[in-house]
């Protein structure tokens, strides 16, 4: 599947903008009313946006089930005798889109595009009735998995283990989108960099009709809009000899341009489809993990797509600002902690030299995680009950549909399978190989890497040796040893060191960070006060540089962001370095000056 783009044959429209908007009637989709009636305007919605906090109202905002989006759309005129298909960026959990009265496709997993071809169904010039069914539900069908409860009252409340608000609806863009009836359907695509100065691309295309290799023509241009490599066929190799490498901090992107052209091969091209590509190296070796032959070390943060209002909607005001605040800090890199971004993040990662570890929505694999969920003792994580072959499924599918949305990004060096699973339990190994051996046959270059958490320590943990590289994420000093830094320094170190002396992977610290309430201050370790956020960053950082398996740090979190209500958190999680609206807490001038180098001022 290609994302949509515009170009001088293929149109796109966004459909972004205020949707009508209702509960779904019943949680029976099948139910027609819930799709064939016309929705009044009495309630609307942006999209993209999570639909949760936008309203006002609880009922809307903890709602379990199904929602609908509705709008009227008009078939551009001039698409007439074009393919025309509609997309979504991604609906949370659960899609299901009607065009007028036929159901047309849906689609399970809340962060990954899926789109359908309507020409059958719409004529241009025509206006159409577009009715998208969202449903919230996490089950133990679904990644990430969740379990429903019905309560005294009857109400249905959604649970589930992982540590951020369930956002669900339209948070990323929706497109109507035309190409030729002869088009280009796909252009799988490697790059790669081999000593340091040579380019070599692999392609391979598929059309929406065989063809004739001499019908398509692919072009490599650089930056300068110059052809460096040429080739006909629908799969094979370009070479160049000498290429401007994409590196960390000096990103240099080449366009792969790819046509279908006529039957005699002239000039007259029916289909064209771009795609921007970056050469650079990525190697795993002994404990050091290199970008194009240098070690590379990782500064950054855990993230998430979070923000006031619209939750978890794509904002690209929001992007750019996270993406200033983090150069500015001399953060090199982030993790897509807990699901996959908005492609938009990825494709300004690519642009400026941001380097990504790109994660599942695997998150949550532990029922021992959040005692008191369902009472008493927690039952096993893997059992046919709880997390079966069928999440496994699931989150195969994650894994298919993540890889092959993000395979041509430069920026991705990494694969994150999950984080925080029940890797010390019984039937951890069996459900992680075959996903393990799933990711690696599809993208056999990237390393893969999981973030594990205390209960792996490296003695109970089942599933390390899997993978490149070891993601750790430790609250020595928060959720332990709560307010004494001296007695967490030396725990950390000891299993740091007992991590490098076990399997000899590059460690990275994908996770460490305190709670900390912006404007509280105090003498001494006193937790939840920005000294004592700066102080147990210090302390980490001194014990990082004292382990040399350690190849970066990312802190937890980039910004405070929403949860479920725990008596944990206080209006979500406060262990951003910034507050929920990016105001800095004093973490980011000691994390600058480490970072950067330089003298922040506070
Ligand atoms: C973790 C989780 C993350 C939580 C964080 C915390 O280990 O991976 O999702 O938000 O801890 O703050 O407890």
Redesign the pocket.
């Known amino acids: 599947m290609l994302r949509p783009q515009a170009n001088a044959i293929r149109e796109l429209l966004s459909l972004d903008g205020v949707w009508n908007f209702q509960l779904a009637a019943s949680t029976d989709f099948e139910s027609e009313t819930t799709w064939k009636n016309v929705i009044s305007s009495k309630l609307q919605v942006p999209v993209p946006a999570s639909y949760n906090d936008v309203l006002a109202d609880d009922g809307i905002k903890d709602h379990v089930g199904w929602v609908t989006y509705q709008r009227f759309v008009t078939v551009p005129r001039g698409w007439a005798g074009t393919r025309i298909f509609i997309r979504l960026d991604a609906a949370t959990h659960q899609g299901r889109v009607y065009v007028n009265d036929a159901f047309v496709t849906e689609h399970v997993g809340g962060y990954t595009p899926f789109e359908a071809n309507i020409t059958h169904l719409v004529s241009a010039g025509e206006k159409v009735r577009l009715t998208i069914l969202v449903n919230n539900e996490l089950t133990w069908d679904t990644i990430p998995p969740g379990k429903i409860e019905v309560l005294e009252n009857g109400k249905r409340k959604q649970n589930y283990q ?3 608000f369930n956002y669900a609806g339209l948070a990323r863009s929706v497109w109507l989108y035309s190409t030729p009836e002869l088009a280009i359907s796909d252009v799988a695509v490697t790059a790669d960099l081999v000593e340091n100065k040579t380019g070599i691309v692999n392609f391979e295309l598929e059309s929406s009709q065989p063809l004739p290799e001499k019908r398509f023509r692919v072009s490599l241009l650089d930056e300068d809009e110059v052809a460096v490599a040429q080739a006909t066929g629908g799969k094979g190799q370009l070479t160049v000899q000498s290429v401007t490498p994409w590196a960390p901090g000096a990103a240099y992107l080449y366009r792969l341009r790819v046509e279908i052209v006529s039957e005699d091969a002239a000039a007259d091209i029916i289909d064209v489809y771009e795609l921007s590509i970056g050469f650079r190296s990525i190697k795993v070796k002994g404990n050091k993990f290199y970008i194009n032959e240098k070690p590379f070390y990782f500064t950054g943060f855990g993230k998430h797509e979070d923000s006031p209002v619209r939750g978890k909607g794509h904002d690209a005001a929001f992007m750019i600002h996270d993406y200033r605040l983090m150069k500015w800090m001399g953060a090199n890199s982030f993790r897509t ?2 699901y996959p971004y908005a492609e938009e993040v990825l494709d300004y990662a690519d642009r400026h030299g941001v380097v990504v570890i790109d994660e599942t929505a695997a ?1 949550g694999l532990h029922l021992g995680i959040n005692g008191g969920i369902f009472g008493g003792k927690q039952p096993p994580t893997f059992s046919p009950d709880t997390i079966n072959e069928r999440t496994r499924e699931a989150h195969a599918q994650n894994i298919r549909e993540l890889i092959t949305r993000d395979k041509h990004h430069p920026s991705v060096v990494m694969w994150s399978l999950t ?2 699973p029940a890797a010390s339990e019984e039937g951890a190994r069996e459900y992680f190989e075959p996903l393990v051996a799933l990711a690696r046959q599809l993208d056999p270059h990237r390393p893969m890497c999981y ?1 594990n ?1 205390i209960h792996s320590s490296p003695d109970a943990d089942r599933i390390a040796d899997l993978f490149d590289v070891v993601g750790i ?1 430790r ?1 020595y000093g928060w ?1 332990t040893q709560t307010g004494d830094l001296e007695a967490a320094e030396i725990m950390l170190e000891k299993e740091l060191r007992g991590w490098a002396a076990k399997y000899g992977q590059p460690l990275i610290i994908t ?1 460490y ?1 305190t ?1 900390t309430v912006a404007g509280l201050h105090a003498v001494g370790d006193v937790p939840w006060s920005e000294e004592y956020q700066c102080r147990f960053l210090d302390m980490y950082h001194r014990v990082f540089d004292r382990v040399d398996s350690v190849i970066g740090e990312h802190v ?2 980039f910004a405070d962001f929403q949860c479920p209500p725990r008596i944990v958190r206080v209006d979500g ?1 406060k ?1 951003g370095v910034f507050t929920r609206d990016r105001k800095p807490k004093g973490a980011v001038h000691l994390l600058r000056t480490r970072w950067t180098g330089e003298k922040s001022q506070t």
């Open positions: 992982h540590d951020f902690s807990h998150v984080n925080e973030s958490m994420n609250y959720y996770e960070g709670d937890w979190n999680n262990k």
